[in-house]
């Protein structure tokens, strides 16, 4: 070894090709010698210590299987959603893009015979909104709908309450504010929305939140129901309610028709507005079809203004006038007084909305005697001029019968009965229609029914009445001597006016109508059915009946004088009847009443009036209903030209002489 310096001593390198040789034991001959020092082995030298990565197959595996169950995921998905559930989807989307509105059909009109329309109806809007546009997010204003409610309130006459309820509605883009509202009242709110159009615009321009809270509303195409003449027929017409739906009269029964088929229009849209670009579908609307009526406007008036007018001035209840053509059945007019303007229902009285003249039922009276002398003759039991002696009273049943004034005993001719309108002698001519009191009572109700009494009159007019007649069977004590002259049964005033109708036709009795026909979207025309017809009386019974009638207006004797036409013939009966009150269901006041035809030998037109409960003045029916059926009349008869026949009345004889002998002479 050697040193250098005072540094440590390093060994002398190995030499790697030198091996040592091997161990020799010790104390033997074999001993290293001294002289050579032992050497050390120098230490094993360490292998650095290498970091193995681990193997990245395993966890590539995991990855792509995860991936594999994602994409497999979005597969069936997408396969779920293309595939399976497309319709599903797109009809969904479809539903949020795309809106679809109804297209209202125009109403048919209503018209008289003439085409005058009494029921049209004219352009109007439907309001609607948008409430997804009040929101505060869309509209930029917290309490939009109040504000809007607020502003929208007093144009639609609405309460600001139920359109603020309205706005909010969740989940719609769809809500209708106000239903058939005149182009007048849109244009209001249309005024407004631009007011506020240009304020939100100028507060946005400001750095302003822009705020619109009448930009959700809208205006659809609509049409609303008017009525020309006001309250002229409206019984007839009948009204519709605020869904344009017919609710009484004709535009209810011949709803069906007028109204038509609504259509529907099917378009893109965003915001509530539509997108032009994006198409639309359309299934156009049918119109309704027109509806002509066999009622004469003018004579509808002239009935209406006398009915209302006598009204009035008796202090009446309420009344009503029927005209009918006795050839065809067609009716004329059919006047209510007090009525009701359907163009504003909000003033009208619940108990004037109906058509009293065929809803009201009530006891005739005497007009119903005619029926009575009708069964008389036509079963032959007496004529004309048979011989009736009238006392002052008569004793039936359980009841002392009596006319309406006292009278010394009366030598009546049947045809004088009916001209001074006695009921004893009504009795005492019907009693010798059967050998018994019961079969008469059978042989008399077979003739009212014939009639039309107590049957529905054929008009098929909502909430009609068919009267009331009971069986002859259960005809009380009274009950078969006061039904031939016209108590004990009841009737409506257009089953009475048919009454006169079938004499003036040659006892054929036609059922009443009201509709002439219809008029489609194409224009052309269909007549109603014809009206059912049969022979209630033969044709001789009805050309007497109307003698005897014209005996009550012409003779001096007669009830009904001052139902007089000057060049004409007229035929026709008065009636006062007691009448049951219907709050109380008994005996106040009366029912006054005439009814008649003209000219008399060649008849043409029917008019019947009746006036309920008057209280001023006269309550008999050729007092206060003569002159009103005059009226009428003369108008009616001036309208539709007919001509005065010039023909003398046949001047039948109203009394006889005591001791004058006949061979059939009612009574008993």
């Known amino acids: 070894m050697c040193r250098s310096g005072g540094g440590a001593v390093s060994p002398a390198p190995r030499d790697p090709r030198r091996v040592p040789g091997p161990g020799r034991p010790r104390g033997g001959a074999t001993a290293r010698p001294a002289s050579r020092p032992a050497t050390r082995r120098p230490p094993a030298q360490r292998k650095p210590h290498t970091i193995r990565l681990g193997s990245p197959r395993p966890r590539l595996r995991l990855v792509g299987v995860g991936l594999t169950l994602v994409m497999v995921a979005f597969v069936v998905r997408l396969l779920q959603v293309q595939a399976v559930d497309a319709s599903a989807f797109s009809a969904e989307a479809s539903k949020n893009r795309y809106t679809s509105v109804k297209l209202a059909a125009e109403r048919g009109e209503i018209t008289d015979r003439k085409g005058v329309a009494l029921a049209t109806s004219v352009d109007a809007y439907d309001i609607t909104a948008d409430p997804k546009m009040f929101t505060p997010q869309e509209s930029k204003a917290p309490d939009a709908p109040e504000q809007a409610a607020a502003l929208l309130g007093p144009i639609l006459g609405a309460d600001a309450k139920a359109l603020t309820t309205k706005l909010k509605t969740k989940n719609s883009r769809y809500v209708v504010l106000a239903h058939r509202q005149t182009p007048q009242v849109w ?27 009448l930009a959700g509303v809208f205006k659809e195409d609509s049409s609303k129901r008017v ?83 006598q009204v009035e001035k008796s202090g009446a209840d309420r009344g009503y006038v029927v005209v009918q053509d006795t050839r065809t059945g067609e009716v004329l007019a059919m006047a209510n007084a007090p009525g009701f303007d359907p163009n504003d229902l909000t003033r009208a009285r619940s108990t004037a909305m109906g058509n009293a003249a065929l809803q009201d039922v009530y006891e005739p009276g005497s007009t119903a005697k005619v029926m009575s002398m009708a069964a008389v003759l036509e079963e032959k039991k007496a004529t004309p001029e048979t011989h009736v002696e009238v006392p002052n009273r008569l004793h039936r049943g359980d009841r002392l019968f009596k006319d309406d004034i006292d009278h010394p005993t009366w030598y009546l001719t049947l045809n004088g009965v009916l001209a001074k309108s006695s009921n004893i002698g009504t009795i005492l001519a019907t009693g010798q229609l059967g050998a018994t009191q019961p079969e008469a009572n059978r042989v008399l109700y077979s003739y009212l029914t014939k009639f039309g009494i107590g049957r529905p009159t054929g008009l098929n007019y909502p909430g009609e009445s068919r009267g009331i007649l009971a069986k002859p069977e259960a005809w009380s004590t009274s009950q078969q001597y006061t039904i031939p002259f016209g108590q004990g049964l009841s009737l409506n005033a257009m089953q009475a006016a048919s009454v006169y109708s079938t004499i003036a036709n040659g006892g054929v009795r036609i059922e009443p109508t009201l509709v002439r ?35 009550v207006v012409d003779d001096q004797e007669g009830t009904g004088t001052k139902a007089k036409i000057p060049g004409y013939r007229v035929g026709g009966k008065t009636g006062t009847s007691n009448r049951v009150d219907p709050a109380t269901g008994r005996y106040k006041g009366y029912t006054a009443s005439f009814a008649g035809f003209a000219p008399a030998d060649n008849p043409r037109i029917t008019v019947y009036c009746a006036i309920q409960n008057p209280t001023k003045g006269s309550y008999f029916g050729g007092q206060i209903c003569g002159p009103i059926y005059k009226k009428v009349m003369e108008f009616a008869l001036k309208t539709l030209q007919v001509a005065p026949t010039g023909s003398a009345p046949a001047g039948l004889p109203v009394t006889y002489e005591p001791g004058q002998q006949l061979a059939a002479q009612p009574g008993r």
Do not use: H
């Open 227 to 309: 009525y020309p003449n006001g309250d002229l027929a409206a019984g007839i017409l009948g009204y519709v309610n605020a869904d344009g739906k017919g609710a009484g009269g004709l535009e209810s029964s011949l709803d069906k028709k007028l109204s038509g088929k609504d259509g529907e229009i099917t378009y893109a849209q965003s915001g509530g507005r539509k997108v032009p670009t994006a198409g639309s579908s359309e299934k156009p609307a049918v119109p309704g079809e027109d509806v002509e009526l066999t009622i004469d406007r003018d004579i509808q008036w002239a009935a209406q203004s006398a009915i209302a007018e």
């Open 517 to 551: 026909g219809t008029k489609g979207p194409d224009g052309r025309f269909t007549p109603a059915p014809a009206p059912e017809q049969n022979q209630v009386i033969s044709k001789e019974t009805a050309k007497t009946l109307a003698e005897m009638l014209e005996s």
């Open 187 to 213: 244009n209001q709110i249309k005024d407004l929305k631009r007011v506020f159009a240009d304020k939100a615009a100028a507060d946005k321009r400001n750095n302003g939140p822009g705020a619109n809270v």
